[in-house]
């Protein structure tokens, strides 16, 4: 049996799995047993991690299909939401900020509040990289978009509505593995609301479509106050709900919930 928990934030779904557990195995097919939603656990990713006395903790994030990825800002809150639901358990002493180890750096998250289960942080997510505006033709289409980094690699498309389901799958796929990223990116496809309201899209690399993205609302309104006219404190809507970005001179800040669905244990199948 392989110790599993299950957290989500906005329906952004992970699984967490102890890193020690994990030794000697290969990730990448664990990951992909363990996501499948109809013989494994189900989730968009399988998040190693270790906690340590302290609060502090460590990440490595596996999507779907197997493929590594720097960071998840909603797996990142996941992961501090069960950092402090063990806490709990354990009836150690409360802690209002935890700091994650990911693959790209050190992320603090301040807790907000927590009602019934369910924790609000306010993630510092450090500055965007390489932010760019370009052109780019994918799937028959040439689209104004911008470029950028914030942990992750994003590409957002700027737009006056939201694409309508079958040009959502069908442009989502060709930008995430379009020649321009060699690794891939994530997609968000935004329309600016209101000067403080953003509502998005999101085609995730190594995933697919999915309800929300941490990294994904940054992204979205990083390239709204840059090339749109948002101001720098906005409401990012997603399927599965609404987080706040400010862009301040500091960094990128992320806030929004998370919670812990299950902490138990996996049994699989060795016909799976």
């Not at 967490?16 to 047993?33: H, I, M, T, Y």
């Not at 906690?51 to 299909?65: W, Y």
């Not at 500055?127 to 040439?142: F, M, S, W």
Request: charged share 20%; with cysteine.
């Amino acid at each position: 049996m392989l110790p599993v928990a299950k957290a989500h934030a906005y329906g952004n779904d992970f699984l967490f799995v102890p890193a020690e557990q994990a030794e000697g195995l290969k990730l990448d097919e664990l990951s992909r047993r363990l996501c499948n939603r109809h013989s494994g656990v189900g989730g968009d990713g399988v998040i190693y991690y270790t906690i340590a006395p302290d609060g502090t903790a460590q990440m490595k994030l596996i999507n779907t299909d197997g493929s590594p990825s720097e960071l998840s800002g909603n797996g990142l809150r996941c992961l501090a939401a069960l950092v402090l639901h063990r806490r709990q358990q354990a009836r150690l002493a409360p802690i209002s900020e935890v700091r994650v180890d990911t693959d790209a750096g050190w992320k603090p998250l301040s807790l907000v509040s927590r009602h019934e289960g369910r924790y609000t942080f306010r993630a510092a997510m450090g500055q965007p990289q390489r932010l760019e505006a370009e052109n780019i033709e994918a799937a028959g289409e040439v689209l104004k978009v911008t470029t950028l980094a914030i942990g992750n690699p994003q590409c957002v498309v700027l737009m006056a509505e939201l694409p309508d389901p079958l040009r959502f799958h069908r442009l989502g796929p060709a930008l995430s593995t379009h020649r321009r990223f060699p690794a891939g990116t994530n997609v968000e496809f935004a329309v600016l609301e209101a000067p403080d309201r953003i509502r998005i899209l999101i085609w995730e690399r190594g995933v697919g479509p999915t309800h929300a993205s941490g990294t994904g609302a940054c992204a979205a309104a990083i390239s709204a106050i840059a090339h749109g006219g948002a101001v720098r404190d906005v409401q990012v809507i997603a399927p599965g709900g609404t987080q706040r970005v400010e862009w301040r001179d500091d960094g990128v800040f992320l806030t929004g919930w998370a919670e812990v669905l299950f902490d138990g244990h996996w049994i699989p199948s060795p016909t799976a």
